[in-house]
């Protein structure tokens, strides 16, 4: 079975890769000392010469790069090739602040194409898929990725970008797309919109689903997998590294596989920037060892990650990180609790809610306080107050189990929380505002 | 028949939902016979009965309303005092526990009409009856 795109890296023993990361990484190291200023500035003031960098066990020696350091040197500052040997950009939502814009060599391109092919191989995808890519198309790496690595593959590429759900669902019945590639809240909302239309997974042909660019629960995935009668895949990549296909999930479904030979990994505690051991949970860092144009070192995502390094089922030898356990920027702290929305979430599909939901943080008399909009279904209804109430009540019981501190519930209808196309926005944090 | 439907509507507490959804009911031709608003600091639940049962499902449904229909019991309450004493009274005797209660307004003279929801309707309707009280039925309900 063609189970694998590349065959020979993603099943390479440690020992051969280890060393092709090594040989990578000393050249890249020579090439951003000698053509990025900037990270030349912070490895003089660190003291590292290229020269002490001689395999990955010197990784550690080297100086980190923060999103603040990409704001700093937006947008040229941390550009490795002459503008005129790039032949493309692609830039993140700066929804959690100002853009970073990424710069990509035709070598780079096809580099994370392929990355993202390995990752819709391993979902089942071959020359005979109908890949319907549903990720918002333009400066979003979500569509340009997904859309690349399924030219690579040989599928029958729909370049349908989000929105126009009808549309998409027309789409899918007439032309029979095998794959879908989103992010989970909008493949969820596809799902729901399906069922509303009165039809059911058999009215489509879809087998797979690749879904990243957010954080989803397995609960998630679940319903996803069943209302649209598919499996699951999920993803995983950042517009600072190249995009979606830094890693992803084979059959197993037990954590993403990491192109490590282009994407080296640590975990490192991040108060001390120390290296931590396999299996330790802390701040997940990338090193791009085989990017031309935007090489970053040691960038440091703020995704909170373990790695585990295994046999897998699939046969893949490539190490693995389980889903990001919540992302510095996400984490809000409540009365002083660490709170993220995925904690929320599960428990609002645990007790039987779409997770469709609004998060809205306040300070009211020096006290901080927790609302969280919740849609409640025709079913879940009831024409008794107290049932109703009830409802509330006991989510709000398991919600506090969760997460130690009693949040206020409001039942909305149904579709009453807008649904964002691209990135579900979850939280309105109005402290910020008073501040 | 003896039951009759009543719609029960979840209206979140934003300015304007009620006259949204009542609009929305008058604007397709339906009366609404009687109604009855328990609320909340976030939402209301609108409990109304109306003349056209099926095309009010029908309506709310395609509007994406979020709402219950349920049967409930109509008593014709004599206009005296201890009227509706009497009637709860019957229910209490049969152990049976009334959810919420509310009545018509200016129907028959001498007579007020009033709306009971109840978990067990058939031992309530037989309760009533061994009492002598008078049953609403759903045409006379609805065509008022």
């Not at chain 1, 929105?163 to 493949?187: K, V």
């Not at chain 1, 990017?291 to 040691?298: I, Q, S």
Request: charged share 25%; with cysteine.
């Amino acid at each position: 079975m063609a189970n694998y795109w590349h065959e020979d890296i993603e099943c390479m023993d440690l020992a051969e890769m280890k060393k092709l990361q090594s040989e990578r990484l000393v050249k890249q190291v020579q090439h951003v000392y000698e053509n990025v200023p900037y990270y030349r500035a912070k490895m003089d003031e660190k003291g590292v010469k290229p020269a002490d960098i001689q395999s990955v066990d010197d990784l550690h020696k080297l100086p980190f790069l923060s999103k603040a350091d990409l704001r700093e040197a937006y947008p040229y500052g941390l550009l490795a090739k002459p503008l005129t040997e790039c032949v493309r950009i692609q830039s993140t939502s700066g929804t959690t602040g100002k853009r970073v814009v990424a710069f990509y060599t035709q070598h780079d391109v096809d580099l994370w194409e392929d990355c993202v092919a390995r990752a819709i191989t391993a979902a089942g995808g071959t020359s005979d898929d109908v890949c319907q890519v549903a990720y918002g198309y333009g400066l979003f790496t979500g569509g340009a990725g997904l859309h690349g690595g399924s030219h690579k593959v040989g599928c029958l590429t729909l370049p349908m970008s989000s929105g126009n759900t009808e549309r998409q669902i027309q789409f899918m019945r007439d032309l029979g797309s095998t794959i879908l590639c989103c992010t989970p809240s909008y493949a969820a909302y596809i799902g729901e919109t399906l069922h509303e239309m009165g039809l059911t997974p058999d009215d489509i042909s879809l087998k797979a689903g690749i879904f990243g660019a957010e954080p989803w629960t397995e609960e998630m995935r679940r319903t996803i997998e069943k209302s649209l009668g598919i499996k699951a895949y999920d993803i995983y990549g950042l517009t600072e590294t190249s995009g979606p296909g830094v890693a992803f999930e084979c059959s197993e479904q037990t954590g993403m596989h990491i192109n490590e030979d282009h994407f080296i990994p640590e975990i490192i505690d991040p108060e001390t920037g120390e290296v931590l051991p396999e299996g330790s949970i802390g701040e997940l860092v990338f090193t791009a060892v085989d990017k031309e144009a935007f090489p970053l070192l040691r960038y440091r995502t703020r995704d909170l990650c373990k790695l585990t390094r295994g046999k897998c089922s699939c046969g893949r030898t490539l190490i693995k990180m389980c889903k990001p356990m919540g992302r510095s920027d996400d984490m809000m702290i409540i009365r002083g609790v660490n709170v993220f929305p995925s904690q929320i979430e599960t428990v609002l599909i645990e007790q039987g809610y779409a997770p469709n939901y609004l998060i809205e943080v306040d300070r009211r008399n020096n006290s901080d306080t927790l609302d969280i909009s919740v849609e409640m279904s025709a079913e879940q209804f009831s024409d008794k107050m107290k049932d109703v109430q009830d409802k509330e009540k006991a989510l709000a019981g398991a919600i506090k189990t969760m997460l130690g501190i009693s949040p206020k519930v409001h039942l909305v209808s149904p579709k009453s929380i807008t649904r964002s196309e691209g990135k579900a926005v979850r939280v309105i944090d109005k402290r910020k505002l008073h501040d | 028949m003896d039951t009759i439907k009543q719609f029960s509507i979840f209206v979140e507490n934003k300015q304007g939902k009620m006259a949204e959804v009542t609009r929305l009911l008058a604007d397709a031709g339906i009366d609404l016979r009687t109604l009855s608003l328990a609320d909340t600091r976030d939402f209301g639940i609108l409990r109304i009965i109306v003349n056209d049962p099926d095309k009010a499902e029908t309506l709310l449904h395609e509007n994406g309303w979020t709402f219950k229909v349920t049967s409930v019991i109509g008593i014709k309450v004599p206009d005296v005092p201890g009227g509706v004493a009497s009637v709860l009274e019957a229910l209490n005797d049969a152990d049976l526990n009334v959810e919420y209660m509310y009545a018509f307004v200016n129907r028959t003279p001498g007579r007020a009409d009033t709306i009971i929801r109840v978990d067990d309707e058939t031992a309530a309707l037989k309760a009533l009856r061994d009492h002598g009280i008078d049953i609403l039925t759903a045409e006379e309900a609805y065509d008022a």
